[in-house]
Nanobody, 124 residues
Framework: QVQLVESGGGLVQAGGSLTLSCAVS????????MGWFRQAPGKEREFVAA????????YYAESVKGRFTISRDNAKNTVYVQMNSLKAEDTAVYHC?????????????????WGQGTQVTVSS
């Protein structure tokens, strides 16, 4: 059984920074892409960032480009997203997810496994 556990969420002032982590355990694909999605109250889930297995390709939503950085450490089976210059509109529950190798990382339907999420609240 595959498990994804997010951590690092919390309350931060506008303009501040947070780094989220997602640890993957259990039997999953031998190689896999990973992504971050978020959902704010009253809004639909939206794509945030994604990274290929090798780390050679990264993708970002236009709303977070230049502020967020996604990375991974495959030896630790962990993906990270560093979030800088946070804004009130970044407030949401952030979920990480695993995609099959070669999957379309911008498409939520490509992700086979999802974490339960971690809350990020940005005060203003």
């Amino acid at each position: 059984q595959v498990q994804l556990v997010e951590s690092g969420g919390g309350l931060v002032q506008a303009g501040g920074s947070l780094t989220l982590s997602c640890a993957v355990s259990g039997r999953t694909f031998s190689r896999y892409g990973m992504g971050w999605f978020r959902q704010a109250p009253g809004k639909e889930r939206e794509f945030v960032a994604a990274i290929s297995w090798s780390g050679g390709s990264t993708y970002y939503a236009e709303s977070v480009k230049g502020r967020f950085t996604i990375s991974r450490d495959n030896a630790k089976n962990t993906v990270y997203v560093q979030m800088n210059s946070l804004k009130a509109e970044d407030t949401a529950v952030y979920h990480c997810a695993v995609s099959e190798y070669g999957g379309r990382l911008l498409d939520a339907s490509s992700y086979a496994y999802w974490g339960q999420g971690t809350q990020v609240t940005v005060s203003s």
